[in-house]
């Protein structure tokens, strides 16, 4: 079945430092491509997505381009503040609904000043 | 953007107990639920999807006696871990569809469980 691999976490950088977390997926049809965010005490919120190959999400200045050809859908941020602390979900979804999603095991961001 | 209200946040039970754990959407109607689970180091992993008025539907490998599902209304969706066990212990979150086509599912809080 459908599934998600994304780096193990925690992934700690000081404040300004580049980001990077890898999300790579497998799947059988053409799915839509998610990064969701959790603050502590939330609920998961939408990041970015990607419906078709060589798409780009971007938002909060995270991107992400949907990569067919390496089945890749890695979440970078040029320059990362301490509010940017979260746990990262990279998920997909194969139905046009949005709403039934595979996700990743979580990537915890850790940004000190 | 919509709201979903998840409780409680934590709960410690006895093994053996049955816990309630509520997902409200607080400004939308939601035709459909959709019930996860997660294990220490491992993804989240869809349990049910609920519609209201109608069963859920348990995803494979998912005891439907076990984690009872109810979603009598259109903002209101329950999960019920009847008998927990320590191994029940886990990170539950729930979404909640406003039933459009192409957007996103809101999710809740999530609710930590321990059995003990």
């Known amino acids: 079945g459908d599934s998600v691999t994304q780096m193990e976490g925690p992934v700690t950088l000081s404040e300004e430092a580049f980001l990077t977390i890898n999300c790579t997926y497998t799947?059988?049809?053409?799915?839509?491509l998610f990064w969701y965010v959790q603050y502590p005490g939330e609920g998961l919120q939408l990041l970015l997505k990607a419906t078709k190959a060589d798409d780009k999400g971007s938002n909060k200045g995270f991107e992400a381009t949907y990569r067919k050809e390496t089945t890749s859908f890695h979440l970078e941020k040029g320059s990362v503040q301490v509010s940017d602390s979260a746990v990262y979900f990279c998920?997909?979804?194969?139905?046009?609904?949005?709403?039934?999603?595979?996700f990743g095991t979580g990537t915890r961001l850790l940004v000190s000043p | 953007g919509a709201v979903v209200s998840q409780h409680p946040s934590r709960v410690i039970c006895k093994s053996g107990t049955s816990v309630k754990i509520e997902c409200r959407s607080l400004d939308f109607q939601a035709t459909t639920m959709f019930w996860y689970r997660q294990f220490p180091k491992q993804s989240l992993m869809l349990m049910a999807t609920s519609n209201e008025g109608s069963k859920a539907t348990y995803e494979q490998g998912v005891e439907k006696d076990k984690f009872l599902i109810n979603h009598a209304s259109l903002t209101l969706s329950t999960l019920t871990v009847t008998s927990a066990h320590p191994e029940d212990s886990s990170f539950y979150i729930c979404?909640?569809?406003?039933?459009?086509?192409?957007?996103?599912?809101?999710f809740g809080q999530g609710t930590r469980l321990t059995v003990v």
């Open positions: 979404s909640a569809d406003r039933g459009q086509v192409n957007t996103e599912a809101f």
């Open positions: 998920a997909l979804s194969d139905q046009t609904g949005f709403q039934k999603l595979v």
């Open positions: 799947a059988t049809g053409y799915p839509s």
